[in-house]
């Protein structure tokens, strides 16, 4: 299939301050191929998360889309009226977070918010929803389904509450389903089961854009990856090929603090300094100030992503293709 | 003398929950630390390992079992004779944010434990002993007059751990010190701690759920699961061989960030994570575990020692 | 060129530190960013300064006497040899206003003060320890607050007897009881945070616990309390003052001024809306000027 579930071009986000316009997404362009699982990986204050954001519609004030588009299925949703997004979310795309405690609303029984998704979407009588509900607990394999449908959220462990938040978001089957580090507050070997869930709904014909700063996570699950620093695209390829030969600098730092540390070597690799704040982004490529291969081009002019290889693009000016010059 | 600098001997703590509820968060436990050592201590969430590491720096009382600190059993001393104690263990939080007083500066941060315990020191001294601190952390010093919420998440954890190591303690706790932090800046602060830990001649109890960050620091390492402990033993036995079949389980569902090795299925646990207020009886972990039997749930196992591991479970797990 | 790995640390070191380079901010420091930051506050300040000031002066600004009456020119309207007009007693309104303004700035402001230390300490207390210290201590404001306040101040100041230093006990006294079960609540709350346990694995005592990270932690409630305490006393003194138990009349306060002014609303409106506006620009400017506080004294609101 060649149709694309999600298509990001160009986008950005911009939010005044009283310092100065800063953008946490700054020109990104990703889609997401039907049928497939694509992450999104990057430190915290990459800018990942604003961009689902942006996908969903949930930019708030002072924040505001300010470049580029959108498009859901071929449909463009950036300038959709809000009463249009509402109809999509929930039902065409949906979302779930990373602290599911805080996303479920605690005075109302799980299944109760859930069968209420349903009928908000379609026109079912309160029965089928909840109907409809039981049958999507167990297919998000939720045990005791029926006995389930009647706890409250706080009575649920962390990982059965990330599958009621799952069952939420899939139940209207959408076309796309993004998920915002959804195991970061699991534990492992709930991590695991998650994980294996959201590659059953991949085959089930659901598109995953899933997001998150563990690599392992990534390489796990994902077909196709980018990589985000300070709000921008440094690197994209299939997964395999980023993680055998990753091109970008920071990209290629990320691995080595990983692998470090698996292999035990002392010290432990580390980036130097730490990730610039938005306000205070170099001239050029942003990375330059921790980068180990940096020249004096680098410092100058904004590298732009261009392909070394089929399927792979990298923003630097050391591969030789990223510039002006 | 004892050999061992801290020792947890039948360690018990209960919280009551409400009405008749009680959560079994530590339950009997028995671990010793040696000078100089770096134990690790790893489990998932509600299995008590935060509680465990309080328990032992008398952070909490316990409910039953004691603890001695160089051979002084600190469980039965009273306030009064326990408080010159308190120097030589301290704490380093998960979350920077929470652990820091948000009205109060880095310098005054860092120099509570030094007035506190040397409270003679005049005003200067105090602050050019912070410095030292925070040069010893990785901060410059002229992060002396700033507020913790003007840090990033690894700078806030150096505070934390300048504060932990200003009195100039001998046993630290470190409960999931990185677990809040990005990858880059998780290996420069675990680089930090294993250079303190040499250059002061420190012990540590490492307290995390990520398997790679105990592995790299730990010599010793001690599996948790609902409040008792599962297996201990060298870093490296325990990570190539595990005996119990919960190690083996913590091992394989650790995400690697290797692609070759997707699609291969993961075993997985059993049913859902049993709750420390209703914990099961006989081996706690029987009802997850794909080998228990009937001798499981009736009787709890009794750790065995074998070939410089302990384990305790009926059924440990042969060498693969 | 290619800049060395050392360089370029150095480089985004200064880069980060140019954004956090920080020095002990002083008391004149905070003063100077409230005025940059907070204009009304900066208004406020000045306006209590000057009403301070003028109550203090109030003999050379007026050349009227504060109960010298002129029974000719009672209940005279605003004119100029009578600024504010006078009163039932021909006492002209502006020199009582300076008068009374003395009392009740005093009677709002003190009293809010001792009210807020005492109930502070209490609560904290009452919250941090816990067990007999803390049933003790809320016992005592149960019993406080179960009687209506106005009551409570009739019974202590007849006990008592008049005068202002005595109202100013009873009002400290009906008072002090709100202001520690808040203050015990958000103790409560603040015992349990991780920095206040970081500061008990430390090894600080619990009195500096309570001292250095629990009650400046309570600051901006307690600011909040201090500049709602101000009216409540202020109109509280009144009551007593016109029952004969506070200030005794022919002296003025405000609060008296505009319980006398009642009866004559309709024919001489003047008698009450001099003082009705004298306090709330009081209690206004109590408020901005703590909210100002607030605000400069929140290191998270601290720009760099």
């Known amino acids: 299939m060649d149709t694309k579930t999600l298509e990001i071009r160009n986008l950005t986000v911009s939010i005044p301050t009283d310092r100065g316009v800063i953008k946490p997404v700054n020109d990104v362009s990703l889609e997401v191929p039907a049928g497939s699982i694509v992450g999104i990986v990057g430190e915290s204050g990459c800018g990942k998360s604003m961009t689902a954001r942006a996908v969903m519609g949930l930019i708030r004030y002072p924040g505001k889309v300010t470049g580029g588009s959108v498009f859901l299925d071929g449909r463009e949703i950036t300038a959709m009226p809000e009463r249009e997004r509402r109809k999509l979310r929930g039902a065409e795309m949906s979302m779930i977070f990373q602290e599911p405690m805080t996303s479920l609303n605690p005075v109302i029984r799980a299944g109760k918010q859930v069968a209420e998704a349903v009928r908000l979407h379609t026109d079912c009588s309160r029965e089928e929803a909840k109907a409809r509900t039981i049958a999507m607990f167990r297919e998000v394999e939720i045990p005791e389904a029926e006995a389930r449908y009647s706890c409250y959220p706080h009575e649920l462990s962390g990982g059965l509450r990330q599958r009621v938040m799952i069952a939420m978001a899939m139940i209207c089957k959408p076309k796309l389903l993004i998920a915002d580090e959804p195991t970061t507050a699991l534990d492992v070997t709930v991590e695991a089961q998650i994980l294996a869930l959201l590659e059953r709904l991949r085959d089930a014909g659901t598109s995953v854009l899933i997001i998150s700063h563990n690599l392992g996570v990534i390489a796990r699950i994902c077909d196709y990856v980018y990589v985000m620093y300070t709000g921008r695209i440094v690197e994209q390829a299939e997964t395999s090929v980023i993680f055998e030969k990753p091109e970008h600098p920071y990209t290629r730092g990320l691995f080595r603090a990983v692998t470090s540390l698996r292999e035990g070597r002392d010290p432990l690799e580390t980036i130097p300094g730490q990730v610039p704040k938005l306000r205070h982004l170099p001239e050029g490529c942003s990375f330059s100030l921790r980068c180990g291969e940096c020249t004096e081009q680098c410092g100058t002019i904004l590298p732009e992503l261009a392909e070394t290889e089929p399927g792979h693009r990298v923003r630097c000016h050391r591969t030789g293709k990223g510039g002006a010059a | 003398m004892s050999e061992y600098l801290v020792e947890a001997r039948g360690i018990t703590k209960e919280f009551s929950a409400g009405r008749r509820k009680t959560i079994h968060a530590v339950s009997g436990v028995d671990l010793a630390i040696r000078e100089g050592e770096t134990m690790g201590l790893v489990g998932e969430s509600g299995c008590g390992k935060s509680t465990l590491g309080r328990l032992l720096i008398r952070a909490l009382p316990p409910t039953g079992g004691e603890v001695l600190y160089r051979g002084r059993n600190i469980t039965a001393m009273k306030e009064a004779e326990f408080a010159p104690l308190r120097k030589e263990m301290q704490l380093v939080f998960q979350d920077p944010y929470a652990s820091l007083d948000p009205r109060m500066t880095v310098r005054d941060l860092a120099a509570e434990p030094i007035e506190t315990w040397y409270p003679g020191e005049k005003r200067e001294e105090v602050t050019r002993r912070v410095k030292e601190l925070l040069h010893a952390a990785g901060m410059p010093e002229e992060f002396l007059y700033r507020y913790p919420h003007q840090f990033s998440g690894g700078q806030r954890q150096r505070i934390g751990i300048a504060r932990a190591i200003a009195a100039n303690p001998s046993f630290i706790v470190l409960d999931e010190p990185v677990s809040a932090l990005d990858v880059s800046v998780q290996n420069q602060i675990l680089n930090l701690l294993k250079e303190l830990k040499t250059s002061r001649k420190l012990t540590y109890l490492f307290i995390s759920h990520d398997l790679n960050v105990v592995r790299y620091l730990a010599d010793r390492v001690c599996v948790m699961f609902l409040g008792k402990i599962c297996e201990t033993g060298p870093t490296e036995d325990v990570y190539r061989h595990p005996r119990h079949p919960y190690t083996r389980f913590l091992l394989d569902a650790v995400p690697a960030p290797d692609p070759s090795r997707r699609g291969t299925a993961v075993r997985m646990l059993k049913g859902e994570p049993p709750s420390p207020a209703d914990p099961p009886s006989g081996c706690r972990f029987r009802t997850r575990c794909p080998y228990a039997t009937d001798l499981c749930a009736k009787e709890e196992p009794a750790p065995r020692e074998t070939g410089g591991t302990v384990t305790a479970c009926h059924h440990p797990l042969r060498e693969e | ?304």
């Open chain 3, 1 to 304: 060129m290619i800049l060395t790995r050392r360089k370029q640390a150095e480089q985004a070191m200064d880069i980060a530190l140019q954004s956090q380079i920080g020095e002990e901010e002083r008391f004149g420091d905070l003063m100077r960013r409230m005025a940059r930051e907070n204009k009304t506050a900066v208004i406020s300040f000045f306006i209590i300064i000057l009403m301070i000031l003028a109550a203090a002066a109030a003999p050379l600004l007026t050349p009227y006497g504060e109960n010298e009456m002129d029974l000719m020119h009672r209940l005279s309207a605003p004119s100029a040899e009578h600024l504010l007009g006078t009163d039932e007693g021909g006492r002209d309104v502006l020199t009582r206003l300076l008068y009374g303004a003395r009392v009740s700035l005093l009677i709002g402001v003190v009293p809010a003060l001792l009210s807020l230390i005492l109930g502070a300490v209490l609560g904290v207390i009452a919250g941090y320890r816990g067990g007999i210290a803390d049933a003790v201590i809320m016992r005592l404001a149960d019993v406080t607050l179960a009687f209506p306040s106005m009551l409570l101040a009739m019974v202590i100041m007849y006990a008592l007897g008049g005068g202002i230093l005595n109202v100013f006990l009873t009002l400290t006294l009906v008072n002090w009881a709100n202001v520690s079960r808040v203050v015990r609540a958000q103790t409560l709350q603040l015992k349990n945070s991780e920095f206040a346990e970081a500061a008990r694995i430390t090894g600080v005592s619990g009195g500096k616990i309570m001292r250095r990270h629990i009650l400046p932690n309570c600051l901006p409630t307690l600011l909040v309390l201090f500049t709602l305490n101000i009216p409540a006393s202020i109109l509280t003194e009144s009551s007593l003052s016109f029952l004969g138990l506070g200030i005794q009349p022919p002296n003025a306060s405000w609060g008296l001024m505009i319980n006398t002014g009642r009866q004559y609303l309709y024919n001489a409106p003047w008698l009450c809306f001099a003082p009705g506006a004298a306090i709330m620009l009081t209690v206004l400017g109590f408020n901005f000027l703590g909210n100002g506080l607030l605000d400069v004294l929140d290191p998270r609101q601290k720009k760099q």
